[in-house]
């Protein structure tokens, strides 16, 4: 299971920093995912639904750079790095970057969508 901190980690490498050389990056990484929590719920569910496990009622919220996040793997490695990324980006006013990771981010989670198929009767 990944943590907060781990995405923070891989997302901060993306856009040349590491590890608390920007404390700005470090703040705003919790509620910045609280964001792409949001943003990726219903893949997630998707995900949950395809593997026949319980779907989640609502997005998680997370508090610390410790907490764990419930979401698969997948789409965690996969979408979330690029998800902070785009945000240091527009905070930084570096727009054309900020888009580009925005992109990669939607691009991440739409490949992780599941879709279930069911014959018709």
């Known amino acids: 299971m990944f943590t907060v901190k781990d995405i923070y980690v891989m997302a901060a490498s993306l ?6 050389d920007d ?6 990484a919790i509620p910045y995912l609280n964001i792409l929590l949001q943003e990726a719920f219903e893949c997630e569910n ?9 779907e989640l009622g609502t997005a998680p919220v997370v508090e610390d750079l410790e907490n764990g996040l419930v979401y ?3 789409l965690v490695r996969a979408a979330f ?3 902070l990324a785009w945000q240091y980006h ?3 006013g570096n727009l054309g970057l900020a ?5 990669m981010f939607i691009e991440a989670v739409n490949r992780n969508y ?5 014959k018709h009767r």
Not at 23 to 28: G, S
Not at 114 to 118: D, H, P, Y
Request: charged share 35%; glycine share 8%; aromatic share 10%.
């Open 99 to 103: 888009a580009q990771y925005r992109n």
């Open 90 to 92: 527009q905070e930084a």
């Open 81 to 83: 790095p690029y998800g």
């Open 72 to 74: 698969h793997d997948q």
């Open 15 to 20: 856009i040349g920093d590491r590890e608390n």
């Open 114 to 118: 599941c879709f279930l198929v069911r």
């Open 23 to 28: 404390r700005d990056e470090r703040d705003f």
């Open 46 to 54: 998707s995900i949950r639904a395809a593997h026949g496990e319980p």
